[in-house]
């Protein structure tokens, strides 16, 4: 069995926003001419860890955010900002499945790179998915409840106007101040997105006990132990493995998040169910690309594409009903997502995680 496992999800997304940098965030397509909206390979895996310790129904590793007292100008205190500490201990999920690093001072570096390889979501084709023509303006109003939100208003110096204060500068001005903040000029998204996802199996749930580039402390190696994780090798060297039990716990929930993710993070607004159309599963990247594409359409004058679903490109190809809104042809299955979701949780478990080495 090959050491590596890829997946394709497509998905629709409608008037929404990802993540948000001056509005969404997109890059520029120089072939079409087109904006791209996006969303970030570390907002996906982030989503995909929620989902997986949401559904193993266990907390997230503890990060610790260090902040450093410093005097500044005039014995003005300052608050400055240091590298966080993560616990670097793969019984936590997140941890394991996830990667962590811990760059400490008068410590050495400990860092374990995720054996999960993920893509930003972005449009299946350039023509297929993006930036919304439109722009809009928004608003952040509680005008309707005045006396539960209260206005503050500051004179040049900074000093807070009491009531009477304001009354009489409102009078003079002739002005208002309601409880309300104009946002102008915001795009959203809309469109066909795709997302990739490359699994190593050889290192999903075995941890390097290299010590030369350690991806854990020496005091961590020993509580390991004592708790059922075995010494073994892989491709990489010696590593410790952790017990069936976990991984038999894992798989699951993992088949799910990699399917079932949302976009959880605060930069996100405007609900969209963000439906999964189509999920294309192989052990070889490039069946991906055929698998689910978007393609030039001869018989337009101006550029057009559509999107493909082709079950001869090599790929496991898991349709869902909703495809049959957006793709011509494309005959979906109620139970789509649950049979790719017991398909990769197949693919996990026939690989030999306990003997990778062939003498």
Same mark, same amino acid.
């Given at each position: 069995?090959?050491?590596?496992?890829?997946?394709?999800?497509?998905?629709?997304?409608?008037?929404?926003?990802?993540?948000?940098?001056?509005?969404?965030?997109?890059?520029?397509?120089?072939?079409?001419?087109?904006?791209?909206?996006?969303?970030?390979?570390?907002?996906?895996?982030?989503?995909?860890?929620?989902?997986?310790?949401?559904?193993?129904?266990?907390?997230?590793?503890?990060?610790?955010?260090?902040?450093?007292?410093?005097?500044?100008?005039?014995?003005?205190?300052?608050?400055?900002?240091?590298?966080?500490?993560?616990?670097?201990?793969?019984?936590?999920?997140?941890?394991?499945?996830?990667?962590?690093?811990?760059?400490?001072?008068?410590?050495?570096?400990?860092?374990?790179?995720?054996?999960?390889?993920?893509?930003?979501?972005?449009?299946?084709?350039?023509?297929?998915?993006?930036?919304?023509?439109?722009?809009?303006?928004?608003?952040?109003?509680?005008?309707?409840?005045?006396?539960?939100?209260?206005?503050?208003?500051?004179?040049?110096?900074?000093?807070?106007?009491?009531?009477?204060?304001?009354?009489?500068?409102?009078?003079?001005?002739?002005?208002?101040?309601?409880?309300?903040?104009?946002?102008?000029?915001?795009?959203?998204?809309?469109?066909?997105?795709?997302?990739?996802?490359?699994?190593?199996?050889?290192?999903?749930?075995c941890v390097s006990t290299n010590t030369l580039e350690p991806e854990l402390h020496p005091s961590k190696l020993t509580e390991l132990k004592d708790l059922g994780w075995t010494e073994t090798r892989n491709a990489f060297g010696p590593c410790l493995l952790a017990p069936r039990? /976990? #991984?038999?716990?894992?798989? !699951?929930? %993992?088949?799910?998040?990699?399917?079932?993710?949302?976009? =959880? *993070?605060?930069? @996100?607004?405007?609900?969209?169910?963000?439906?999964?159309?189509?999920?294309?599963?192989?052990?070889?990247?490039?069946?991906?690309?055929?698998?689910?594409?978007?393609?030039?359409?001869?018989?337009? /004058? #101006?550029?057009?594409?559509? !999107?493909? %679903?082709?079950?001869?490109?090599?790929?496991?190809?898991? =349709? *869902?009903?909703? @495809?049959?809104?957006?793709?011509?042809?494309?005959?979906?299955?109620?139970?789509?997502?649950?049979?790719?979701?017991?398909?990769?949780?197949?693919?996990?478990?026939?690989?030999?995680?306990?003997?990778?080495?062939?003498?």
């Open positions: 069995m090959k050491p590596y496992l890829y997946l394709r999800g497509l998905r629709h997304a409608e008037h929404t926003v990802f993540a948000v940098q001056d509005g969404q965030k997109y890059y520029r397509d120089p072939q079409f001419g087109t904006n791209q909206a996006y969303s970030s390979g570390q907002q996906v895996k982030r989503s995909i860890m929620d989902a997986l310790t949401s559904g193993l129904n266990v907390p997230p590793a503890p990060i610790t955010f260090n902040w450093q007292v410093k005097k500044g100008k005039k014995d003005d205190v300052v608050f400055e900002q240091k590298e966080p500490w993560s616990p670097c201990d793969p019984r936590h999920v997140d941890q394991l499945l996830g990667g962590y690093m811990r760059a400490e001072t008068g410590e050495f570096t400990i860092k374990r790179r995720s054996p999960l390889s993920i893509s930003a979501m972005r449009p299946l084709h350039p023509l297929l998915g993006g930036l919304e023509q439109q722009r809009e303006n928004l608003t952040f109003d509680r005008t309707s409840h005045p006396a539960v939100h209260p206005v503050r208003v500051r004179d040049e110096n900074g000093n807070e106007l009491d009531q009477e204060a304001v009354d009489a500068l409102l009078l003079k001005t002739k002005r208002n101040l309601p409880n309300r903040i104009w946002i102008p000029d915001h795009t959203r998204a809309s469109g066909l997105f795709v997302y990739d996802v490359c699994v190593d199996l050889r290192t999903l749930f039990e /976990e #991984r038999e716990r894992y798989m !699951p929930a %993992l088949a799910h998040a990699l399917l079932n993710w949302r976009i =959880t *993070s605060n930069q @996100a607004r405007t609900f969209s169910l963000m439906e999964t159309l189509a999920v294309a599963i192989s052990d070889n990247a490039n069946h991906l690309a055929g698998a689910i594409r978007g393609q030039l359409r001869e018989d337009s /004058e #101006r550029p057009a594409a559509k !999107p493909v %679903l082709d079950e001869n490109a090599g790929a496991r190809l898991f =349709t *869902s009903l909703a @495809a049959g809104g957006y793709i011509a042809g494309a005959y979906g299955a109620a139970d789509a997502l649950e049979q790719a979701e017991q398909y990769v949780q197949q693919q996990l478990r026939a690989f030999d995680y306990e003997n990778q080495l062939i003498a």
